[in-house]
């Protein structure tokens, strides 16, 4: 059994910042890419940005130089830091990763969601 568990959503003000984390834990042989997604009221689920085993980092352009992921593989952890946010990111931040059992199953897993909700 493998969760994923995420937290550090909130409420903050436009041009704050906000840090989320999501932490995996289980029968865990190995973690591949991690990353986050989000959904707003009436959206599509996307892409936020990603991280591969060897941080390597992928971004989707609305959040590029505003957002950074980072992990710690010790701690099968992965951060987002969110900086001068907008209303626009209000939205349901979902944390995913791809992980090995340690029956050598790969799945990819997804955390329950925080909400992060930017307004005055």
């Known amino acids: 059994q493998v969760q994923l568990v995420e937290s550090g959503g909130g409420l903050v003000q436009p041009g704050g910042s906000l840090t989320l984390s999501c932490a995996a834990s289980?029968?865990?042989?190995?973690?591949?890419?991690m990353g986050w997604y989000r959904q707003a009221p009436g959206k599509q689920r996307e892409l936020v940005a990603n991280?591969?085993?060897?941080?390597?980092?992928n971004y989707a352009d609305s959040v590029k130089g505003r957002f950074t992921i980072s992990r710690d593989n010790a701690k099968s952890t992965v951060y987002l830091r969110m900086s001068s946010l907008k209303p626009e990111d209000t939205a349901v931040y979902y944390c995913?990763?791809?992980?090995?059992?340690?029956?050598?199953?790969?799945?990819?897993?997804w955390g329950q969601g925080t909400q992060v909700t930017v307004s005055s």
């Open positions: 289980g029968k865990i042989f190995s973690i591949n890419a």
């Open positions: 991280i591969t085993s060897g941080s390597s980092t």
């Open positions: 995913n990763a791809r992980i090995a059992t340690m029956t050598m199953t790969v799945s990819d897993y």
